[in-house]
């Protein structure tokens, strides 16, 4: 599944804590060429509240207190916690990622 956290030039908005997850698993995390890019139209701003965005921590963790993922900006701080989806729903980048796969895959 292509997420926010995939776009090429992500690390410009959030930075991953590579130190804290697991080897395995850090291909979960890494950027895809071409995916989301700022370039296309459709995906100009980065969404921080997608509901396909990594939450700031996992279970799954290293460490489970410490996060995976943070924003760039110090004064953000708008990444979900966890993976609790209860009451959030989906955001119209969420939509256009949706269409996008599915007319070009």
């Known amino acids: 599944m292509i997420s926010p956290h995939h776009r090429m030039d992500r690390d410009h908005c959030v930075e991953v804590h590579y130190e804290n997850i697991y080897p395995i698993d850090h291909q979960n995390d890494a950027t895809c060429t071409g995916c989301l890019t700022s370039e296309n139209k459709i995906f100009k701003e980065y969404d921080y509240l997608s509901i396909l965005h990594r939450p700031k921590y996992s279970v799954y963790a290293i460490n489970p207190e410490l996060p995976i993922i943070t924003e760039r900006n110090d004064s953000l701080s708008i990444l979900p916690d966890s993976y609790n989806y209860t009451g959030r729903a989906l955001y119209p980048s ?12």
Do not use: A, P
């Not at 969420?94 to 895959?105: A, G, P, T, V, W």
């Open 94 to 105: 969420d939509i256009k990622i949706f269409r996008f796969l599915i007319c070009n895959f």
